[in-house]
């Protein structure tokens, strides 16, 4: 048996997104977000789910806070709702949307756990996608003016910032591959979005730092680690550019000042580039806090030439899955977070980590040994990290409870507290309390 401790202001805590769990989607003044659209648009989303209502945390939220005092944790990563607080995107401030985070962040501080906020985690009010959306530059300054309203309004109470969740999705995943909101497919399109964003990134990390506020800010990439299948170039260049696409693509802009020259290059050669205006890569370099990696699973990968926009296809290695079909290998955060040591040794969260186990409640209990597998195993790499010297300041659980998952709707479980739909109830799961005494020790047995 060995003991894995942890350094003792280690934060310890769990994850959510607005649309994924606040429901109240036409209450409290909120407009309209492409998620509303995209999850009712048939065929967009498993079963037709939408996050009418999702979790009903914007009336639940005082449930929720006390299932978090009971978990132990110390850090709350949540998203803010774009549209409770600018309907339009860029209009009026919508003051019932700013109570509403008042409410909530107030009785986060006095559960004693630390708020860590993401601006936005998808949900671009739908008024912006109709003149473009993150197409268009005017998405850039629409989203500082917001900005600015969070930061002003919260200085002193949230002290730890994420202006974007997952780049990638926002850009490749939604606007090449289609899948999210709001499901184009045009590599031109993902990069002048993922430019966009990048932009609007810098440009608010500069305003946060012109209002002097008080605290930390960086942006939450999800990130990928993959092999390549065989020792030829084609296979390694197709594994560097899968990895490239998520991290580098955002992470060498913010910490370089420039796009990664081989992705650029192989973009470059089907005649796309980022749409890059004067002073925009200065704008995009602006310093940053911390960066939240988002880490699920890693991949082998091969050359394929019709394997999308990257000329890539993901090898089934035959490791075992989890519900939602990624493949479990715990190695992969550990390389990728050294992979990242390339930009210093910077300040890095966990911000995301967890397993999709679809398991139910059987008398009233969900037995989610697997989720606890893949928690041990994954937390165990954590701290790995840690004794290799890296600055890994904290790990949080995606996800506090099951929520709507976007495309793959409400069948998709992530939650360490089952959600009964119908009725609304939380049940905390075995993983939970596994997670609990962890938390609670801040220490992990290993069998090894
Ligand atoms: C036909 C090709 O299809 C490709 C599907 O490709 C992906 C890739 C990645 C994801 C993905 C989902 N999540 C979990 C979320 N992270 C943020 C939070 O909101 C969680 O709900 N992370 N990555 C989904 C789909």
Redesign the pocket.
Known sequence: MTIFQFPKDFKWGTAT?AY?IEGAAQEGGRGPSIWDTFSHTPGRVYNGDNGDVACDSYHRYEEDIELMKELGINTYRFSISWPRIIPTGDGEINREGLNYYHRFVDKLLEAGIEPFCTLY?WDLPQALQDVGGWENRRSIDAFVKYSEVMYREFSGKIKYWLTF??PW?IAF?SNV?G?HAPGKQDLQAGLDVAHHVLVAHGKSVSKFRELGIEGKIGIAP?VAWAVPYSKSAEDQGAADRNIQVYSDWFLDPIYKGSYPKPLYEFFEQSGHVPPIQEGDMEAIAQPIDHIGI?Y?AMSVNRFDPNGGYLQMEEVDMGLTKTDIGWPIESRGLYEVIHYLQKYGNIDIYIT?NGACINDDVVNGKVNDIRRIAYLQQHIAQVHRVIADGINLKGYMA?SLMDNF??AEGYRMRFGLVHLDYRSLKRTPKESFYWYQNVVKNNWMETRK
């Open positions: 997104a994924q985690h969740n997952e999705c995943l591959i899948v999800n988002n699920y995301e995606w998952e976007w």
